[in-house]
């Protein structure tokens, strides 16, 4: 074929207007436009009602999830302001709604600190509304303006009159955008809520879905105190949270921490209320003033006995619970994710208001003092057993160095960015999916049975799991102290387990592993769940997959023929037949057929052949993967501890109040 070269000038440089630039590329603005994308437009607006919070100017915020599928979100701050803007000539209301890259954040007279630091929130949510209205509730007037796909309807117009302050912002996300759905979860709305009430004690949010009559209010008096003890609510703290607050150079500084009884570090850090889970100056400034101070007074009191114990970072953070939030005039973020602080000058602020106050305190409370280098000096014991537990580990070839497990079936192309591990659960479904898989880039690490519960173990005894140590060496990057992620052998790790309750089981049990000492792999990007099929549905030789009881309904529709009263589902026969697809059906479902078409669930991976293994979950090209993100640190470290911790009551109280949320349930 002839090499046709294309012309490429001016006139090809697309300038997009406007708000089209959000619509065309939304996930540059909210992550994606998956239900994570969908919930982050609730977080835009109300992080605008937090920055007035931080102003001073507003105490409530009130967000309703309404029946048509849109949301509400009020507060009683000063109201967006309304006046003619100079450079734009129209009300500055319509600026903020539909300019990107408009707002008060850039004069630190309207804000000292703020969240919203881009100017996007408001407009990037109006972009992405089938509809969008606002009221602004100001000098005595309501304002109002609605907006279309971003487009203002008319002009700014006064509609009453009020006594009040604040604004209302309307919308209900665009189906043309958020093509899986534009349904609100309370749930997930309610971790952030929850957050956000710990870490501005000023507010009070009321969260009201109004499709299933619930109502929420979030107001901690005790700011991030309350936020600890929540955090620590299954746990027993070895001491009351210790506070610490002081203020240098404009940049308040809040810290509260305290010792428990578990063995895992739970660290949240905050910058104008944007959780930075990679941490960033302000954390650094923490630990650094940590151990040191918890070193000196240690040796100053003469409480480690031995020579031969050294006491590291680590140690003086196991079993830690603690929050550090910071407000920043001027933060300067690593990345436009804003999830790690660059500010330099943050980790001295934070390291000599930590340094002083502790001292001060572990002078003032000695006992406590005393306890917590004790709980130290245990793990110190302890991380010097899991080292002797890697070195044995080493010597018998387990870890660092060729030889890999038995049951691993590698994959024969070597660079990391091209391969994927699964990670399976039982021999009967590593056996299908060894089978089924892409040999070149495709590598089966089957798991027997459930591994160790890691949030209740420490590391040398979680050494001794054959399924975990298997984990570790076949993914290469080795533990703790040693981890190093450049020497990842896989650019995917995919757990795949059933879809059942020993699979969701294994899943958490996976997942908790990976959380208290791979996180870095997490926040990278490197772990991701397998999303195999629920159901199959055959008519004739069609055969469709459905991953969910909605698509399974989908695809009835689709192939249903004839009049309504004949295509009600029934039951069939447990007996289905004779040949071999019957009796492979008999075999992996509880049957039910409809008029021409018989449903088939699958009861596990084991049940799958190969080949509808690798074309329903494996295939690159037609499976779907969940990739595990960090984006709420706290609630994965709070479900985490509720699933799997020690505490009975907290899990009784999820699975009552998750129970009717449950199908498909297999006893």
């Not at 309610?190 to 109004?210: G, H, K, Q, W, Y």
């Not at 209010?217 to 009351?240: N, W």
């Not at 459905?546 to 029934?570: C, F, H, P, Q, S």
Request: hydrophobic content about 35%; glycine content about 8%.
């Amino acid at each position: 074929m002839a090499n046709v070269q294309q012309e490429y000038g001016a006139e090809d440089i697309q300038v997009l207007k406007g708000l089209e630039a959000v619509r065309r590329r939304p996930a540059m603005y909210i992550g994606d436009v998956s239900s994570r994308g969908l919930h982050h437009l609730v977080y835009e607006i109300v992080d605008n009602s937090i920055d007035e919070v931080l102003a001073g100017y507003a105490s409530e915020i009130n967000i309703i999830l309404k029946e048509d599928g849109s949301i509400e979100v009020t507060d009683n701050g000063r109201g967006i302001p309304t006046g003619i803007h100079a450079g734009e000539g129209v009300s500055a209301l319509q600026v903020v709604m539909t300019v990107l890259h408009a707002g008060g954040k850039f004069d630190k007279g309207a804000y000292k600190v703020s969240g919203g630091l881009h100017g996007v929130g408001a407009s990037v949510v109006n972009a992405l509304a089938e509809w969008c209205e606002v009221e602004v509730h100001q000098d005595g007037k309501i304002f109002y303006q609605k907006y279309e796909r971003g487009e203002p309807l008319e002009d700014v117009k006064v509609i009453g009159k009020t006594k009040k302050t604040g604004t209302v912002v309307r919308w209900k996300p665009d189906a043309e955008i958020f093509k899986q759905s534009i349904a609100m979860r309370m749930d997930v709305l309610r971790e952030r809520m929850m957050e956000l009430s710990f870490l501005n004690p000023a507010v009070t949010i009321t969260l009201t879905d109004e499709r299933t009559k619930e109502e929420e209010t979030f107001h901690a008096k005790g700011g991030i105190r309350d936020f600890v003890k929540h955090i620590d609510r299954t746990r027993i703290s070895l001491h009351k949270p210790v506070f610490i607050e002081g203020e240098r150079d404009a940049t308040p500084v809040e810290i509260c921490f305290e010792y428990n009884d578990g063995f895992n570090e739970n660290l949240f850090s905050y910058v104008n209320n944007i959780n930075t889970h990679e941490g960033g100056s302000h954390v650094a400034g923490f630990k650094a003033a940590l151990t040191r101070t918890m070193n000196n007074y240690a040796t100053k009191n003469n409480l480690v006995k031995s020579d031969k114990i050294t006491l590291t970072g680590d140690d003086f953070r196991e079993g830690l619970t603690v929050i550090i939030s910071v407000k920043v005039p001027e933060p300067q973020f690593e990345g436009q994710t804003k999830t790690k602080l660059g500010n330099s000058e943050v980790k001295g602020i934070v390291e000599s208001i930590m340094n002083e106050q502790l001292s001060q305190f572990l002078e003032e409370n000695p006992p406590i003092g005393k306890r917590i280098i004790e709980k130290v000096l245990r793990a110190a014991e302890a991380r010097e057993a899991a080292r002797k537990a890697r070195d044995i580990v080493r010597r018998k070839n387990a870890l660092e160095n060729s030889a890999l497990p038995g049951k691993l079936a590698d994959c024969s192309i070597n660079d990391p960015e091209h391969c994927e591990i699964y990670l399976v659960e039982g021999d009967s479904a590593g056996g299908s999916a060894k089978q089924g898989r892409d040999r070149r880039f495709q590598a089966i690490l089957p798991l027997k049975g459930k591994i160790l519960n890691v949030q209740k173990a420490r590391l040398h005894k979680m050494l001794e799991n054959e399924e975990i140590r298997n984990i570790f060496t076949a993914l290469g990057v080795g533990i703790g102290e040693q981890q190093d992620l450049t020497k990842l052998r896989y650019g995917k790790v995919i757990l795949m387990a059933d879809a059942d309750v020993d699979g969701a089981h294994i899943r958490t049990l996976i997942l908790t592993l990976f959380y208290n000492h791979m996180k870095d792999l997490i926040e990278a990007g490197h772990i991701y769940i397998a999303q195999p099929p629920l159901y199959k549905v055959k008519k004739g030789k069609q055969e469709h997959y459905a991953y969910n009881d909605e698509e399974r309904d989908e695809i009835l529709k689709r192939l249903r023929t004839g009049k309504k009263e004949e295509d009600e589902v029934v039951e069939i026969a447990e007996e289905v037949g004779t040949n071999g697809e019957a009796a492979t059906t008999s075999q992996m479902m509880d049957g039910v057929a409809t008029k021409g078409a018989v449903i088939s669930r699958f009861k596990g991976l084991g049940e799958m052949n190969p080949e509808q293994l690798w074309s329903t979950t494996m295939n690159p090209e037609t499976r779907t993967l969940l990739q595990v993100r960090i984006e709420d640190a706290y609630a994965a470290a709070n479900m985490f501890e509720t699933l799997m911790g020690d505490a009975v009551e907290p899990r009784r109280e999820f699975i009552e109040k998750n129970a009717t949320y449950v199908r498909n349930l297999d006893v």
